[in-house]
């Protein structure tokens, strides 16, 4: 029965299913990123202000 | 042995529509056209509100801001689909075209609204966020699932939605918000009536068909034109408001005269030449320059302030 075997993905689909996937590889990437700027940035200046 | 198996098991794989669309395709559920204005006006908040902040933070501000307004695009999309199919302006949009399945759109945007409201947040302030997250709340819930649907004034409370961003720029950089924000809110707010009042004169057929309440198609081209004059009739001296409270300069003010008087014949001349071609090019004018007339605004403000900072720290 086809619903049991499932779907057969064309070359096509699965070339965007890729270029999906490194899509949403690069975006964590880039959060990981930014919240390491961000940590640095706001830790930094608090630290640089802090008292002795 | 492959970690993934290229057949995908789905429980009833006849009604699986999803799988085929591209990173473009995703990216337009974000309505960059729109983005692109959001990031510039909140840009511009950011550069005209008092003190500063850090160039990382700033661009985080700014990155967030268009995310989560991509992301209510993109939930626009996903409620919308019925009737974009119908409408030969938005046919071709992802959803309705079919490369993207409704609940793809739907998790797109949910995750992104999420994210970008966090993200704002915790690496600049809450009050940026909590105004981020009540304007996709604003545009997505109340002007996309209340009004659009109901009401002739949809696109004059919903327009609230899209004259936020200067003011979460401005609430980025002082966590508050003060009345030149609301300044910058209130441009935006009464342009927006005449300039998709001036679209939807043109594509009042279109709107018909899909049973959306627009002025034209309730109360008619004439109402409509009456209307268009008496908000530009408001906004042209609004616009002029940031320079006659002061936290503008001399050049704004007198751009924001000149390109109001400019708005002003023109919404005129939509309200006076009411057959024919020639009033189907009088709307298109004028929702042109519309566009151009914002960004002119926003342009200005930002340059002069730049150049003021510039200028200090030279």
């Known amino acids: 029965m086809a619903d049991e075997d499932g779907i057969e993905l064309t070359p096509e689909q699965k070339r965007r299913r890729r270029a999906r996937n490194i899509a949403i590889a690069a975006m964590l990437v880039a959060l990981v990123g930014i919240f390491y700027l961000v940590t640095l940035v706001r830790l930094g200046g608090n630290i640089a202000s802090r008292t002795m | 042995m492959a970690l993934v198996d290229d057949r995908m098991s789905v429980s009833r794989a ?42 990382v933070l700033g661009f985080v501000a700014l990155l967030a801001i268009a995310v989560g307004a991509g992301a209510s695009g993109a939930l626009n ?31 797109f945007g949910s995750v992104l609204s999420v994210l970008s409201v966090f993200v704002l947040g915790v690496a600049v302030n809450w009050v940026a966020a909590a105004l981020l997250a009540f304007t996709i709340f604003f545009y997505v819930v109340v002007y996309t699932m209340g009004l659009k649907r109901r009401t002739p004034q ?49 594509k009042s057929d279109d709107y018909a068909r899909a049973g959306v309440p627009m002025l034209p198609v309730v109360a008619g081209p004439e109402t409509t034109r009456r209307q268009i004059v008496l908000y530009s009739l408001l906004l042209a001296p609004l616009a002029t408001a940031p320079w006659l409270m002061g936290f503008a300069g001399l050049a704004y003010g007198v751009i924001s005269i000149a390109l109001g008087a400019v708005f002003l014949a023109l919404a005129v001349k939509v309200w006076r030449v009411t057959e024919g071609p020639e009033a189907r090019r009088a709307a298109m004018r004028l929702f042109v320059f519309s566009i151009g007339y914002l960004f002119t605004l926003f342009a200005v403000l930002l340059v002069e302030h730049l150049v003021v900072a510039a200028g200090l720290g030279a």
């Open chain 2, 14 to 55: 006849a009604e699986w529509t999803g799988g085929s669309a591209s990173v473009g395709d995703y990216f337009e559920l974000l309505k960059p056209r729109v983005m692109s204005l959001v990031i510039f006006t909140a840009l511009t908040g950011m550069v005209m509100a008092p003190g500063g902040i850090h160039p």
């Open chain 2, 77 to 107: 999309m996903w409620y919308d689909a019925d009737i974009d199919r119908i409408m030969s302006r938005t046919a071709k949009r992802p959803v309705p075209a079919g490369r993207i399945a409704a609940g793809e759109a739907l998790q």
């Open chain 2, 154 to 202: 949809n696109i004059v409370i919903g327009g609230a939605a899209g004259a936020f961003p200067p003011m979460i720029g401005w609430a980025a950089v002082t966590g508050t918000v003060s009345i030149e924000s609301i300044v910058l809110f209130a441009i935006i707010f009464f342009w927006t009536p005449p300039h998709f009042w001036a679209l939807a004169l043109v």
